[in-house]
């Protein structure tokens, strides 16, 4: 069965980094696109990042553009979302998405358990 | 970036009711439209992609209609393992994005 397993969230301050990192199993990791969704407390689920099964494309919203980099090695069926400069607003659950194509479909077919990030001094 | 909105925010039912929830989309979105259930502390897990399929595994009493701006997603008869939070979510353009959720209480 498809599994996907987040981990490296945690407490960091403002300003801060942390390294998320998403590994899967139970399907072929390298027919799939991967994104990060996060969704904060109380609140709706949010695209932040998608990765093209390859690797060579990705895109961002435009809120984390130029401080989140999604990654991934397909040697290890892992998928890495780098976060810096943090602030409270990315505050959340981030949870590791397959999708449904290759790259860019936007349909999110399976879902990790998700990892919590919070940013708090 | 497309907004979409989900009415009612919340509903009260009862068990074998037929609950109907609505999703407006702010542009012409064509049947790009995915429909997720959520229950607490759980990942959110895809019903209906696209408008009105019906994903793997989801029971029949689930269906979704629309295309173009308005959308809906019923339950034909309500089990008690059905209440939850629904999101829309468009995948017509970039960034995708979800609704604010309709969460379905006793």
């Known amino acids: 069965q498809v599994q996907l397993v987040e981990s490296g969230g945690g407490v960091v301050q403002p300003g801060g980094s942390l390294r998320l990192s998403c590994t899967a199993s139970g399907f072929t990791f390298t027919t799939h696109a991967i994104n990060w969704v996060r969704q904060a407390p109380g609140k709706g689920p949010e695209w932040v990042a998608i990765?093209?099964?390859?690797?060579?494309?990705?895109h961002y919203v435009d809120s984390v553009k130029g401080r989140f980099t999604i990654s991934r090695d397909n040697s290890k069926n892992t998928v890495y979302l780098q976060m810096s400069n943090l602030s409270a607003e990315d505050t959340a659950k981030y949870y590791c998405?397959?999708?449904?194509?290759?790259?860019?479909?936007?349909?999110?077919?399976?879902w990790g358990q998700g990892t919590l990030v919070t940013v708090s001094s | 970036d497309i907004q979409m909105t989900q009415s009612p925010s919340s509903l009260s039912a009862s068990v074998g009711d037929r609950v109907t929830i609505t999703c407006r989309a702010s542009q012409d979105i064509k049947q790009y439209l995915n429909w997720y259930q959520q229950k607490p502390g759980k990942a959110p897990n895809l019903l209906i992609s696209?408008?009105?399929t019906l994903h793997t595994g989801v029971p029949s009493r689930f269906s979704g209609s629309g295309s173009g701006t308005d959308f809906t997603l019923t339950i034909s008869t309500l089990q008690p393992e059905d209440f939850a939070t629904y999101y829309c979510q468009q995948n017509f353009g970039t960034p995708p994005t979800f609704g604010g959720g309709t969460k379905v209480a006793i």
């Open positions: 696209p408008a009105s």
């Open positions: 998405v397959r999708d449904q194509d290759d790259f860019g479909d936007y349909t999110f077919d399976f």
């Open positions: 990765i093209s099964n390859a690797g060579t494309n990705s």
